[in-house]
């Protein structure tokens, strides 16, 4: 990302026909306020539309910043320049509609390239809305996917004249100077600035705001303003563009323009659900439209409106258009309810509707994540919460897909994903935001006990893959192999995210109406889903666990656990609210078996697993979010065993847990800080910081199914935000209390602060300092913190000091463990870091066949043996040296006789190819030791 101090403001206030609105005269017993209203009018006043401008300047917006939206380090994104080649391109979202902003900010676009695993078309920059789903294409033999309706946010600019020239989102980099396209996450929306010089050399300013109005779910806006250095006449075209549509066709005629209303009606593929799309035009102040014959009426999914006026070189020109969206999903007659909220949000005008949006969207960020001195993970924080906010809305009864409402990708549908991944952060932040994923499951719980029915089980049987019902059979798309039926775990997931809610909230109306129903009905489904065993235990046979690698097993760990466990939690909520649980629910719960390995002293995914490659984490979801029981050597065994064969080009959600698990663990090192970085460092994309599946161009090497990575993928930064809210706080909820138990790396040893946490109708803040953690209640009763140190209550006027955990300052012989190391060059995901992390299961190998590592020793001591233990793959050679400057290097000498700081390892491998043609894999260096020589100290 790209940092700016400096961001336009928004344009003083003005009527909804663009006159500028008049100002009163303030009284004359309140002599403070003229002050305060004149420094803010002068602040925010934007540059004289008549002020004459250097075409051969940067475009500029109005002045003075939007101080809420540029407060502090990583509020923004920037694009300097237009690369054709990235199609991560920018997008805004309110949690029920959604839009891709193109580079030249505005219009449809389709950047190339193929979409992932399942529907695989070309890519483009889509427009979505909520629980919209439609029959898919025949690739998916007619399977749910999520509809994209036009997109709405075009608003072309033609010259006039013999060599009239339009810019659209298709005109060229080289017709572009002066860009710069910014993502302002603080306040929701993306402004582009750029200087577009036609073929006869006319030039230019545009400056376009896209926004997705956050107070108003229907409601889109997108502002215009441009800056011509000529004169003569202009033509402003606002196209609701049929391009961007997919899996939808015309319902009926589209409106032409009236009142500067038009819109466009449509009804998607199979799902038949009606909808429509309006726009409202609305030109500003110094526009005067010239009588202009409109456009032939349109037809299909397109229509546009446009406006004629007179331009004079240097001065600036406004317009505005209001977008409204609704369908026969939230509205009897979403064609007018499409039109209404067009108008109205037109009679609003820009600034109130701004105005409205920016603050919620500030209040929603009142809930936030600081990484004090770290700019690099602090913009990839802000990024993920942006994400996962953009796609989610209080008071909505749909999910989050993998990508949210940025791209048709995973088809749009609902995976376990949500509950698992997405979820948990959101609740803890957001729970109004978070409960829209549980009460999804509950708005589906017919399709889910129709499931059940037809597969010979009682209760609720989800479908792994589901849109608008929960219909295994016409939404889900993994049949081959059969994970539809085979992915059992998800009702572990889905019941575990219901219990959370509650013990998040308290709500115990909520739970009776809707929490109990979904855990009822999936605890009745493990009593019929569980065989009963000669020896009396119990088994769920012919599953696969989330390794997709692993299928048809039976006795999946964590799927068996989860079920457990949803059996437990049943009960449980069945004693809550007085109803009655079956005596089976408890025994098949404590009957379930669990393999172990009893050699490995590791928990065993499933019965009969060897130690083969798994594509992503499964057993390792024990430790968290399931909370198994198990000794502090049993868990570092199974997350060291694990996080050694886990496919490095899966999906990239793994890391996230692992760094949880290791913190949590709290094993002499520093590699929970190895794996938080693995969990985002490979996979950010572009300069909107946006997450891509996988590290490489697959997501999984050994998943014949898999295609490109998804992006954004939502789920990978769930899981990153994780680390944060549920690794570094060891945040854990109970029905009465929050278990704490925070630990930090001395990478961030500056300090990380969650702001605006919420449990059960309180808020409050955790600082993670070095040495100390202090919890401030900022909102509610006084509430129970359960921590190592004992139980404490803490109250608004009565903070908690806990203390932080720190691994890495356990004694140890190593003088190289957790010290700064850098390399000059390193595999994505394998930093230089790993090799002085503590821990054997993580590595730094060199994205070449020769790499070097450094580690600085912090000061000059003397050093005895220095060794480094490798990976899988052994160097052809390798040269240890050291340094008392980090500029001049000598071998090690005698061991105990060598004054050093620095010590590097230069390593050789075989940099031929294999017999295939394909690379060698590079040796690593799984961690370095360099001894302390007797008395040297630390």
Known sequence: MTHSAHHPAEPPAQHADGRPARRRNPRPHRLVSPLLAGALVAALSPASAHAATDPGSAPQPPPAANAPCAKGGGWTATSPRID??????????????????????????????????????????????SGLYAKGPENVEGRQAIAAIPTWTTLDVATGGAHAETFSSATAPGRISHYRQTLHLRCGFVRTSLTWTAADGRATDLVYDVLADRTDAHTGAVRLRMTPHWSGTATVTDVLDGRGARRMKA?????????GTMDVAFRTDGTKTEGAVASTLRPGHGVHPRPVRQPKQASGLTNRQKVTFPVRSGRSYRLTKYVGVDTALTSRTPRAAADAASRRAAGRGWDTLFARHTAAWQKLWRSDIEVNGRPDLQSWVRSAQYGLLSSTR????????????????????????????????????????????VDYRYKTRAGARANAEKLGYDGLFYAWTSGSKGDLWNECHSWDPPHCKTQNHLMGDISLATWQYYLATKDTAWLKARGWPVLKGIAEFWASRATRNADGSYSVKNVAGPDEYSNGVDDGVFTNAGAATALRHAARVAEILGERAPASWKTIADKLRIPYDAKNKVFQQYDGYRGTTIKQADT????????????????????????????????????????????????PGCSAYTYLLRSIKPFVRGPFAQFSEARGDKAGAEDPHAGKPAQDFLTGKGGFLQTFTHGLTGLRLREDSVHLDPTLPPQLSEGVT??????????????????HTTVRLTAGEPMRIEAPEGDRVVSASMPVVLKTRRPDLTPTSNAARCTPAKATSEEPGMYAAAAVDGNTATAWVPDAATGTLTVDLGRVLRVGQVTPHWNATAPKSYVVQVSRDGRHWTGTGYAGRTPARYVRVVVHGDGTPAADGTPKKHPGISELTVDKATGSGR
Do not use: C
């Not at 389709?110 to 979505?128: I, N, V």
């Not at 009926?252 to 323009?257: D, E, L, R, V």
């Open 251 to 259: 319902a009926g005629t589209p409106a032409p323009s009236g009142g």
């Open 394 to 437: 209080a008071g909505s009864r749909n999910s989050i897909g993998p990508t949210g409402l940025t791209s048709d990708n995973y088809a749009g549908e609902v995976f376990w994903d949500a509950e698992t991944w997405m979820y948990p952060g959101l609740l803890a932040t957001h729970p109004a935001l978070a409960r829209s994923i």
């Open 754 to 771: 969650l702001r605006g946490l919420h449990w059960q109708g309180r808020t409050y803040d955790v600082a993670i300092g070095a040495d």
């Open 620 to 667: 390792v979801l024990l430790m968290y979010p399931l909370e198994w029981p198990m000794p502090q050597e049993r868990a570092a065994a199974t997350l060291d065993y694990y996080a050694a064969r886990t496919d490095p080009d899966g999906p990239a959600m793994t890391d996230s847990v692992h760094a949880i698990d290791a913190a949590g663990i709290g094993e």
């Open 84 to 129: 054709p080649d990235d199609s991560h391109h920018a997008f805004v979202g309110n949690g029920y509609l959604g839009q891709r902003v193109p580079p030249n900010g505005t219009g449809y676009a389709a950047p190339g390239g193929e979409t992932g695993w399942p529907l695989k078309t070309p890519e483009y920059d889509g427009s979505f809305v």
